[in-house]
């Protein structure tokens, strides 16, 4: 797990919002290969382990066993994806949800992109630019912390939970047969996916005063 990630990872438990405390036992260069995240408010533990954090599930729960597509498959939806998502600078952070996991070494390799899968099939490693979330089917980050993010169909119900952890004007790719959510809007579409830009949020009411 890249390090700078960590900060935008959130409990799982039923409270108010609050950010992990990491404890790590080996580091990779930038990457946190053994640990454990803290949770302040409700004492929640959570497993790091060969750079996967277990946000939601247990170390050694049953994983998804979508097999990968052939090399040109994953070319091209590697090529989708950067496009999509506009990747162009080096370092965004986007999210990739279940079996595009599959295209994310070769999407950090175009890009050089900083990666987080989510729920990725089972043979799916961390590595550099990729990391990896185990969370059962939540999506537990912070607000605006990604750039863009791409869903398959199974992690599609996800949709508006990714809209939320997207930042204005970041990117969000779904399956064409997914409907769109509140604060997103349309950019394109194919036969296979979509493609929305997280509209800018409300700023907070300023309050004026009299001097």
Request: proline share 7%.
């Amino acid at each position: 797990m890249f390090i700078e990630l960590v900060d935008h990872l959130r409990c799982v438990a039923a409270h108010e919002e609050t950010w992990l405390v990491l404890g790590a036992d080996r580091m990779e260069g930038r990457r946190v290969a053994e640990g454990r995240l803290g949770c302040p408010t409700c004492r929640a533990a959570y497993a790091i382990r060969d750079g996967v954090v277990w946000l939601g599930l247990e170390p050694g729960a049953p994983l998804p066993d979508e097999p990968a597509p052939d090399a040109a498959a994953l070319e091209e939806e590697a090529t989708r994806i950067a496009a999509f998502l506009d990747l162009r600078e080096p370092g965004t952070r986007a999210l990739l949800g279940g079996t595009l996991g599959h295209a994310a070494h070769l999407v950090a390799a175009l890009t050089e992109a900083e990666l987080l899968l989510v729920d990725p099939p089972a043979a799916v490693r961390a590595g550099e630019g990729v990391s990896i979330l185990r969370t059962g089917g939540r999506l537990p980050l912070a607000e605006a912390s990604m750039r863009g993010a791409a869903l398959d169909a199974r992690t599609a119900p996800l949709l508006a939970e990714a809209a939320r952890t997207t930042r204005d004007k970041g990117r969000v790719v779904a399956p064409a047969a997914t409907p769109l959510v509140d604060g997103l809007v349309e950019l394109a579409r194919d036969a296979r996916q979509w493609v929305a830009e997280r509209e800018a949020r409300a700023s907070a009411p300023v309050q004026l005063r009299l001097v």
